[in-house]
């Protein structure tokens, strides 16, 4: 899993509440385990006009104009901000892959879904919790000027906008921990591989005709 420490992106506002698991990665892409090749397909349903099957070729579909990811402006954006309970609805992992792969490292809204927030820290992609009042600013600000871009510092815990008003995020120490240092649940495990190594050696010595 990659680090993250800073990020100074460009910010995209998705100014909707309770953004589910399907809008953001719809149900009929959901066909492979692996986290990689979902970012085509995020927010499928609203970002084109016509419907997307496994495999469609996004360069040939009709790109619904309105949609604020299909504007000029917000290209290349790694911070989405979106308004409460964000991720709602299905547990599935797809919903932050596809984030992820898209381009975004964090996404700041007042409130998340349970599961969804959980799932964004197992592949490191960095949650931040506002006051709703923060994030309406943010999102204004963002509309209102091209270009908008965000300073988030996660070993001091802040956002910090353009107008340099600094925002504190709370965040769980260990989660912290883990994304400052790149550690998924594999990287965790692999921090003890040598007493792995040496619990199979043992077990081997010890249980011999288990191992033949």
Known sequence: MKKFER?????VPLDRANVDT????????????????FGQNLFDEWRFLDHGEPGMDASQRQINPDFILNQARYQG?????ARDNFGCGSSREHAPWALQDYGFVAIIAPSFAD????????????????????VDKLIQ??????????????????????????YPFEIDPFRKHCL???LDEIGLTLQ???KIR???????????WLFT
């Open 7 to 11: 990020c100074h992106g460009l910010v």
């Open 22 to 37: 399907d809008a953001i990665i719809p149900k009929q892409f959901l066909k492979s385990i692996k986290r990689s090749g």
């Open 77 to 81: 954006a790694q911070i989405l901000v």
């Open 115 to 134: 599961i969804f927030f959980n799932n964004c820290f197992k592949i490191g992609l960095l949650p931040i919790v506002l006051e709703a009042a923060v």
């Open 141 to 166: 600000d963002t509309i209102a000027t091209n270009g908008y871009r965000l300073l988030i510092d996660l070993a001091a815990q802040t956002v910090t906008a353009a107008s340099n008003d600094v």
């Open 180 to 182: 400052l240092n790149g």
């Open 192 to 194: 003890h591989a040598d």
């Open 198 to 208: 040496q619990f199979e050696e043992n077990r081997r010595q010890q249980q011999p």
